[in-house]
């Protein structure tokens, strides 16, 4: 299986349950890892052989632009959004970050995974 990996994509958005969270925002740091047939590209050296990087990109950036309270709730956006662009996609792992969660004590931040393996549908 092949891999195609965004690595820390910081991303300035407005998501959280307090409403300062909503007014103010913060960085978010994501991680995305999709799974789908890359050798059809590696033989051909055609980009409509494979997903677009940058196209993934845009979708994470689109979708973060959505105001939600949980972090959950927009990886699962994101995760749907993907695989109903892109359903050759096999499998989606996506890692967000909250870089300054509105807690006490000092941290590099919060995160959640979320996962969809699609191959069982």
């Given at each position: 299986?092949s891999k195609?990996?965004?690595?820390?994509?910081?991303?300035?958005?407005?998501?959280?349950?307090?409403?300062?969270?909503?007014?103010?925002?913060?960085?978010?740091?994501?991680?995305?890892?999709?799974?789908?047939?890359?050798?059809?590209?590696?033989?051909?050296?055609?980009?409509?052989?494979?997903?677009?990087?940058?196209?993934?990109?845009?979708?994470?950036?689109?979708?973060?632009?959505?105001?939600?309270?949980?972090?959950?709730?927009?990886a699962g956006?994101?995760?749907?959004?993907?695989?109903?662009?892109?359903p050759q996609?096999?499998?989606?792992?996506?890692?967000?970050?909250?870089?300054?969660?509105?807690?006490?004590?000092?941290?590099?931040?919060?995160?959640?995974?979320?996962?969809?393996?699609?191959?069982?549908?």
């Open positions: 299986m195609i990996f965004l690595e820390d994509i910081k991303i300035y958005a407005y998501h959280g349950v307090l409403p300062e969270e909503n007014i103010i925002g913060t960085y978010y740091i994501l991680n995305a890892e999709l799974h789908t047939d890359l050798w059809k590209a590696s033989e051909s050296d055609d980009l409509n052989d494979t997903i677009s990087y940058a196209d993934i990109n845009d979708i994470i950036h689109n979708e973060m632009k959505v105001k939600s309270k949980l972090l959950e709730h927009v956006r994101i995760i749907s959004k993907l695989h109903e662009d892109f996609v096999s499998y989606i792992k996506l890692k967000i970050t909250k870089t300054a969660p509105p807690m006490q004590g000092e941290m590099k931040g919060a995160s959640i995974e979320l996962e969809k393996n699609f191959q069982s549908q």
